[in-house]
């Protein structure tokens, strides 16, 4: 584990632990890959056994995740969507022609921007959805759009818990608050609950901003500004 001043830090996963996403990785539950001009992180949530997996933050061109599940025999079957601003479902489309009877998971407050004949599915805060035999549980994160939502997986079977951030929470910083449906205070709550969650959980963002293409929550409460904010004015200052 690396070590941060007198904190041992936990450690990524080598697939996760470098600055370029490297995919399907047979075994892993989390695939990582870097889509768009704006540097969007696609993910798949993968259960091996079941051959079964879900889409998260859909961008277009979804030939190479699409390609590397049809490799290994594995069906989707669930399309989760942390927000819809364009970029994070731009792929939503192609999905609903490809894969018509999928559903596509998103929280009623952000419904209005979602324009497709996909089928669609809301989702409440802590609803747990699964994959195959991996639980997803849906945690309601609005303060970049009013219905933001992380999705985290629990520590299992040798795997630490894994938390799918979407637009808000960054490497070392965090969702912007001024578009529509946007709020600073929102936002605020937002962080402070994701600041529970174990030490050890995986932060895998919307958009490869840093170097890094993952971190940990240790890491980032070591090393994040967003995250030592101590009121919703400290908070708007950063930006």
């Known amino acids: 584990m690396p070590i941060l001043g007198a904190v041992t ?7 996760l632990d470098g ?3 490297r995919g399907l990785i047979e075994g892993e539950p989390i695939a990582q890959f870097e889509l768009g001009a704006l540097r969007n992180f696609v993910y798949l949530i993968v259960d091996w ?13 979804l030939a190479t995740p699409l390609g590397a599940l049809n490799q290994h025999g594995i069906q989707l079957t669930r399309i989760l969507l942390p927000h819809t601003h364009h970029d994070h479902v731009a792929g939503v489309p192609e999905l609903a022609r490809t894969h018509p009877l999928v559903p596509v998971m998103v929280h009623e407050m952000d419904l209005h921007r979602l324009h497709t004949s996909a089928r669609i599915q809301t989702i409440s805060d802590r609803e747990t959805l699964r994959i195959g035999h991996i639980e997803v549980q849906a945690l309601h994160t609005p303060g970049h759009s ?12 040798g795997h630490p818990p894994y938390l799918f951030t979407g637009d808000t929470l960054f490497i070392r ?6 578009q529509e449906s946007g709020s600073t205070g929102e936002m605020f709550a937002s962080l402070q609950r994701i600041k ?6 995986v932060i ?4 490869h901003y840093k170097n890094e293409c993952a971190s940990t929550m240790a890491r980032e409460l070591a090393e994040s500004a967003p995250l030592q904010c101590a009121s919703v ?7």
């Not at 895998?204 to 958009?207: A, F, I, Q, R, V």
């Open 9 to 15: 830090l936990p450690s990524l996963r080598p697939h």
């Open 19 to 21: 600055n370029q996403a």
């Open 146 to 157: 009013a219905g933001e939502c992380c999705y985290l997986i629990a520590a299992r079977e």
């Open 204 to 207: 895998l963002p919307g958009h």
């Open 233 to 239: 004015a400290e908070l708007d200052a950063l930006h």
């Open 173 to 178: 910083d965090c969702g912007r608050t001024d």
């Open 49 to 61: 056994q079941a051959r079964e997996a879900a889409i998260v933050d859909p961008q277009k061109d």
């Open 196 to 201: 529970t969650l174990d030490h050890s959980t």
